[in-house]
């Protein structure tokens, strides 16, 4: 700590020693200021490389260490500026000028603070007479925590002069009938359920301290409801999706409760998406979830009855049956793509175990092909095939005949053997995009759409029924194709379930994303 000057000293020699001691405790802090930054720094560059690999051996592990990454960060940051010392008044006034690193959003409503001159003095003449000569509006941003309200509606009747019939005003139709909640709270209901990830029981502890007394038992029955009424909506997303001729299909696993008998088993969650911005494609992106209680393959040959085209897959057993013929000489109704990044995982997998030339020559026969596929992203399908057959079908060609010297000189059984046979199984699906301009690379589309429900997996016990598991399916259903038309899903579903009780059945299509009307309010 720094004495007072009126505390120094009188004596050189303790002044010299005051001085030692305090580059000393100067060049410690400095130290450890260093040490932070460079922990800071390396613990960026390992948050870096660890989202570049999040397709490599265990995404899950991945995504946990990242976590605990982005923790340990926050903790080192919140503790330096714990630490920090106040800014001298006199100083803070030339902060004030200095125009801030980012602008505070424009769309965001402004409350004014007006500060006056309390009856005070002038500090220098003492006088009490002052005029106005400007002032300074600088802007921090706040929250306002979320609130309940209630609104009434109010029907005004009035009666005819003519003939004394009465008329009533109309009111729109509430979502849920003789219920109370609002489409606004029905739908922050959904979204802090399923998109969230937070139980219903956590809501109603979180409503309960804002005076709100709503039971779980209360909200099931809305998100019941609420699933009945969406459901025709439901079913015209999912026709939009498989009316593609280009879709990403996967699945993933979900805990279920199973109903008396307080045990969780796994369910399955399969996800179908179309999205052809990669290509230029101006029809709406959009993705459909469907719920299964096992990973039996008659799941998906339900889900794709109607499709026809191209499916994006992984190599899922279940899935072969598609490509195959309907009848002798005639072409499957269903083409595979097979997915490059499946592959570079099987080899980025023997990197991890130690020194591994073989796969890391492989994965930089893989490299190159999407850094070739980074410049064409967006491009139309004309452009995107040119590049294709004349940057990557040469190295394409000449891996698979590298891969196939490769294989003739290890042991059968061996790891590396393994990736390698895995590629040149599926080689004709695998290569299938070269010749097309509107099939991608790999499935790594279907990933990112199941990403959202491996995150809340933890929290999922759905409704404690396979049950619970559908209604989630479609509910997200119209929470991701909000996100990947760049709507706020909860504005959305608002939006919705405002209009839908009152809406013509043979219309639902005005309702999808992209089609609906917003809200007055909104506009």
């Known amino acids: 700590m720094i004495p007072a000057a009126s505390n120094l000293p009188d004596d050189v020699d303790a002044l010299r020693a005051i001085i030692v001691t305090q580059a000393r405790e100067l060049a410690e802090q400095t130290r450890r200021l260093q040490a932070r930054d460079s922990l800071i720094e390396t613990l960026k560059a390992q ?33 330096a500026s714990e630490g920090a010392a106040p800014i001298p008044a ?6 004030r000028s200095k125009p801030s690193r980012q602008p505070l959003p424009e769309h965001l409503p402004r409350h004014d ?10 500090p220098a003449c003492g006088g009490r007479n002052f005029l106005k000569a400007g002032s300074t509006i600088s802007e921090v941003l706040d929250y306002v925590p979320a609130s309940f309200r209630v609104v009434r509606h109010h029907q005004h009747r009035f009666v005819c002069k003519g003939c004394d019939t009465t008329v009533t005003a109309k009111m729109p139709a509430p979502p849920i009938e003789r219920g109370k909640p609002g489409p606004g709270l029905i739908a922050h209901v959904l979204i802090s359920k399923y998109c969230d990830h937070l139980p219903l029981y956590r809501q109603s502890g979180i409503y309960a301290r804002e005076g709100v007394d709503l039971a779980r038992s209360t909200m099931a029955d809305w998100v019941g409801k609420a699933n009945g009424l969406l459901t025709p909506l439901i079913g015209a997303l999912r026709d939009h999706v498989f009316a593609a001729e280009r879709l990403h299909g996967d699945d993933t696993p979900v805990p279920v409760l199973e109903p008396g008998k307080g045990s969780t088993k796994t369910g399955r969650l399969w996800t179908y998406l179309r999205d052809g911005r990669p290509w230029a494609d101006p029809v709406p992106p ?16 339900g889900h794709l009855a109607t499709f026809r085209g191209v499916l994006h897959a992984d190599g899922y057993a279940g899935f072969r049956e598609l490509y195959e013929p309907r009848k002798h000489g005639e072409p499957a109704l269903i083409r595979e793509a097979a997915c490059m990044a499946h592959v570079r995982r099987k080899f980025f997998d023997l990197t991890v175990a130690g020194p591994a030339p073989v796969a890391e020559e492989a994965l930089q026969h893989i490299g190159a092909f999407y850094d070739i596929e980074a410049t064409i992203r967006g491009a139309p399908p004309d452009r995107r095939r040119e590049v294709r057959q004349q940057e990557i079908r040469p190295r394409f060609e000449a891996w698979r005949l590298w891969l196939d010297g490769v294989l003739k000189q290890l042991p059968r059984k061996s790891g590396t053997a393994e990736a390698i046979r895995y590629a040149i199984t599926r080689w004709e699906a695998l290569g299938r995009f070269i010749d097309d301009g509107t099939i991608e690379i790999d499935n790594n589309a279907a990933e990112r759409s199941i990403r959202p429900i491996a995150l809340g997996r933890k929290n999922w016990l759905f409704a404690g029924s396979d049950k619970g598991g559908e209604r989630a399916a479609g509910i997200l259903s119209l929470i991701e194709t909000a996100k990947l038309n760049g709507l706020d899903p909860e504005a959305y579903l608002r939006n919705v379930l405002s209009r839908i009780a009152d809406h013509p059945i043979n219309r639902i299509d005005d309702l999808l994303p992209w089609n609906i009307k917003p809200m007055p309010s909104e506009a």
């Open 90 to 95: 006199g100083e803070r006034e030339a902060l």
């Open 113 to 122: 603070v007006v500060h006056e001159l309390a009856d005070c003095a002038c």
């Open 286 to 301: 959009a993705v459909c979830y469907f719920y299964s209680p096992d990973r039996k393959g008659e799941h998906p040959r």
């Open 47 to 79: 948050l870096a490389l660890l989202r570049r690999s999040r397709f490599g051996a265990s995404s899950e592990k991945v995504d946990r260490a990242i976590e605990q990454l982005e923790l340990a960060l926050e903790e080192i940051e919140a503790s």
